[in-house]
């Protein structure tokens, strides 16, 4: 099974991405109202803002120079990250409502953070992808890293487009500065 590729599509001018305000409208501590440890270490959930995109000029530059699933037509959101001061993850989750999601990387979150795939044991590894947000790291509620084994990981490059599973557990590891990227799904 693969959990992600990289793609061959073109850089985003960055003209256009100077046109985007990250500034958050829906800004969270993404920790699904838990405390995480691995081992007896606490791990830290980042802030986590998304918003849709108002560019109509990058809207019309992704339809003229990358082939969108026939399903994604649209930027679906922009999405921001910024990080917790100490030891900060990304928390193991599915997302709220796609399968699935193809991101281009303005910023990685640090030259070592990696996006890690998970296992829950005895669990299947295709998750249930929700109708709506719940405020739940699964559709079937919390998974505790010792319940978790790693199978795949990815440290994406900046200014560059992937193809992500998104309804695998998955989250992000040795976040040390800012993640910002475009994200686009059904």
Same mark, same amino acid.
């Given at each position: 099974?693969?959990?992600?590729?990289?793609?061959?599509?073109?850089?985003?001018?960055?003209?256009?991405?100077?046109?985007?305000s990250f500034s958050g409208r829906n800004s969270y501590i993404l920790d699904y109202g838990k405390r995480y440890y691995r081992?007896?270490?606490?791990?830290?959930?980042?802030?986590?803002?998304?918003?849709?995109? /108002?560019? *109509?000029?990058?809207?019309? %530059?992704?339809? /003229?120079?990358?082939?969108?699933?026939?399903?994604?037509?649209?930027?679906?959101?922009?999405?921001?990250?910024? *990080?917790?001061? *100490?030891?900060?993850?990304?928390?193991?989750?599915?997302?709220?409502?796609?399968?699935?999601?193809?991101?281009?990387?303005?910023e990685t979150g640090g030259q070592n953070s990696e996006t890690t795939w998970y296992q829950e044991k005895d669990q299947p590894?295709?998750? *249930?992808?929700?109708?709506?947000?719940?405020?739940?790291?699964?559709?079937?509620? %919390?998974?505790?890293?010792?319940?978790?084994?790693?199978?795949?990981?990815?440290?994406?490059?900046?200014?560059?487009?992937?193809?992500?599973?998104t309804d695998v557990i998955h989250g992000v590891k040795n976040l040390t500065g800012t993640r910002k990227y475009i994200s686009?799904?059904?």
């Amino acid at each position: 099974m693969e959990f992600y590729q990289q793609l061959a599509w073109p850089q985003i001018p960055k003209e256009l991405l100077d046109q985007i305000s990250f500034s958050g409208r829906n800004s969270y501590i993404l920790d699904y109202g838990k405390r995480y440890y691995r081992g007896q270490q606490e791990i830290h959930a980042p802030l986590w803002t998304a918003m849709d995109t /108002e560019s *109509t000029a990058l809207q019309a %530059w992704l339809k /003229e120079n990358i082939t969108l699933p026939p399903t994604a037509t649209t930027v679906q959101q922009i999405l921001c990250q910024s *990080t917790h001061p *100490t030891h900060c993850e990304m928390i193991p989750h599915t997302d709220v409502i796609r399968s699935y999601a193809i991101n281009y990387f303005i910023e990685t979150g640090g030259q070592n953070s990696e996006t890690t795939w998970y296992q829950e044991k005895d669990q299947p590894i295709l998750r *249930t992808v929700r109708s709506e947000f719940n405020n739940q790291q699964i559709a079937e509620g %919390w998974v505790g890293y010792d319940d978790l084994t790693e199978i795949a990981h990815l440290r994406a490059q900046p200014h560059t487009w992937y193809w992500f599973r998104t309804d695998v557990i998955h989250g992000v590891k040795n976040l040390t500065g800012t993640r910002k990227y475009i994200s686009i799904s059904e």
